[in-house]
């Protein structure tokens, strides 16, 4: 069965400290996995695709790369703003449109 | 609209009534989703309509779902005999043609609770 497990279910940071988040996946015929950003009371915003193996995509403080079998979020020198949720989901082979998601890390930055 | 408009934004419901949920898409795109969020959960994928054509209806979890996308614009899921396990956020997502539909531009989401 198709299933994404992200790590460490929380996080707290203090301005400044870079850390990594986790996303690991078992899907067979990997189509794309994606990043997703939530704050509070507000849907998944999107971040990042990624597509194959070695693949690497930035977005200011923000590094995503992927491997055959896990993602890893790299967050350089955060700030208070990055505080939210961040959601990792995969896409299965084939026409499935569906995306399977994991139940997120929740990340504080501290000033 | 600048982006995805879902209403109402807060539902209470007694147990047993009809909710009906709407969302306005982003003008023109063409692929449409529905996901239910659990609270401190990830997003479960309910339904994805392309235009008014619904294509998969797979993940919706019984009978008392149904939704529809009748001129491939605005859509409204609407739940029928309420239960309290149908408590949660419903997020709309639009996606636009040729898009990857992992790509997906969320509303803020409807947050259903059954009493």
């Known amino acids: 069965e198709d299933q994404v497990t992200q790590s460490p279910e929380a996080l707290r940071l203090q301005e400044g400290e870079s850390s990594s988040l986790n996303c690991s996946y078992t899907?067979?015929?990997?189509?794309?996995l994606f990043w997703y950003r939530q704050d509070p009371g507000k849907g998944p915003e999107f971040l990042f695709t990624?597509?194959?193996?070695?693949e690497e995509k930035e977005k200011e403080r923000l590094k995503a790369t992927l491997t055959k079998k896990e993602s890893f979020l790299h967050i350089t020198a955060p700030k208070p703003e990055d505080s939210a949720t961040y959601l990792c989901?995969?896409?299965?082979?084939?026409?499935?449109?569906?995306?399977?998601w994991g139940l997120g890390t929740s990340l504080a930055v501290n000033p | 609209g600048a982006g995805v408009s879902q209403s109402p934004r807060y539902k209470v419901a007694k147990r047993g009534q009809d909710v009906a949920l709407r969302c306005d898409p982003i003008?023109?795109?063409?692929?449409l989703f529905w996901y239910q969020q659990a609270l401190g959960q990830g997003p479960e994928f309910l339904t994805y309509?392309?235009?008014?054509?619904?294509?998969?209806k797979s993940g919706l979890p019984s009978d008392r779902f149904f939704a529809e996308r009748p001129e491939g614009s605005v859509s409204t899921l609407k739940i029928q005999r309420t239960q309290q396990e149908d408590s949660a956020v419903y997020l709309c997502?639009?996606?636009?043609?040729?898009?990857?539909?992992?790509?997906?531009?969320f509303g803020e989401g409807s947050r259903l609770t059954v009493l």
């Open positions: 003008s023109g795109h063409v692929s």
């Open positions: 989901a995969v896409q299965g082979p084939g026409n499935n449109r569906k995306l399977i």
């Open positions: 990624l597509y194959s193996a070695g």
């Open positions: 309509f392309q235009n008014e054509a619904q294509l998969d």
């Open positions: 997502a639009s996606s636009s043609r040729g898009a990857n539909t992992g790509e997906l531009f």
């Open positions: 899907v067979s015929g990997l189509r794309g």
